[in-house]
Nanobody
């Protein structure tokens, strides 16, 4: 199983970006939960958003609620993180991760992408 994250870049504060996470080596995302994490310079990695394999359970960190939207397209084996109203403090390397979890949000993630850098400027 391999994950490829993309979509990062440089954006002004208040702008938007959509990150993508393509999962290969699996028959589909029907049993794979997706999570997005980020690590800012000098800080520990933190969870940003999580979605269960069936899409029924979604969680967001308080810092991104109302601004970020997680979704998946099982037909494309791809997860997305739509980021709106970006703030300077959203600057970080964003990682996607997945784990086999037919229901719910898993307690940990086995498979990780390489990360994509999001830089928010003033």
């Amino acid at each position: 199983v391999q994950l490829q994250a993309s979509g990062g870049g440089l954006v002004r504060a208040g702008g938007s970006l959509t990150l993508s996470c393509t999962v290969t080596g699996v028959g589909g995302l029907d049993y794979h939960a997706i999570g997005w994490f980020r690590q800012a310079p000098g800080k520990e990695r933190e969870g940003v958003s999580f979605i269960s394999a069936n899409g029924r359970i979604i969680k967001y960190a308080d810092s991104v609620k109302g601004r970020f939207t997680i979704s998946t397209d099982n037909a494309k084996n791809t997860g997305y993180l739509q980021m709106n109203s970006l703030k300077l403090e959203d600057t970080a390397v964003y990682y996607c991760a997945s784990n086999v979890s037919p229901e719910g949000i898993p307690g940990g993630y086995t498979y990780w992408g390489q990360g994509t850098l999001v830089t928010v400027s003033s």
